[in-house]
């Protein structure tokens, strides 16, 4: 409930604050109760934390351990996998946009984008596959669809020493 509500607020910031804030960067932001919450605004703004992706000196996550935040640093393909099964068995769309680079999105675009995962993530997952090079298809059944299943292509890329999804196209 509170991270719908956090969710929501995050959403309506960004619809407030009209055509200027598709220039913008989305800021990754951990709310008091550490729901991570994906916004155009400063975290400050919102009560709550930044969390960025690693900078390039610092470290990732020993082991392909999870940050306290619940945001994870995935080192390896197996790491990142892992990840997203665990999003799509929680209905999770933060959690997926946790795992993924928004560098280079508006907030016009991030909004878009979570809004397609919060659907997609509702999906029953079948399977992930795919690599670093070609990225992961997560295959989904199709609510009420029998045995149709659909496609939602998520692109890999390395940075700062970890690997993040990019949105689906």
């Known amino acids: 409930m509170i991270r719908a509500a956090l969710l929501l607020i995050s959403l309506l910031l ?25 916004t155009d605004q400063p975290c400050t703004n919102l009560g709550a934390r930044s969390i960025a992706p690693p900078a390039a000196s610092s470290t990732a996550a020993p082991d392909g351990t999870a940050p306290s935040t619940g945001l994870l640093c995935a080192q390896d393909m197996a790491t990142l996998r892992v990840a997203v099964a665990q999003a799509f068995n929680r209905r999770d769309a933060n959690r997926i946009g946790g795992l993924t680079l928004w560098s280079g999105y508006g907030s016009d675009g991030a909004v878009n984008n979570i809004r397609s995962l919060d659907a997609t993530v509702k999906q029953t997952l079948l399977s992930l596959e795919g690599d670093e090079a070609d990225g992961i298809d997560a295959v989904t059944r199709v609510p009420g669809g029998g045995e149709a299943s659909h496609h939602v292509h998520f692109g890999v890329v390395r940075e700062s020493g970890c690997l993040w999804l990019r949105p689906p196209a």
């Open 14 to 38: 960004l619809f407030a604050a009209g055509p200027a804030a598709a220039q913008t960067d989305v800021h990754r932001c951990v709310g008091k109760d550490g729901t991570p919450v994906f």
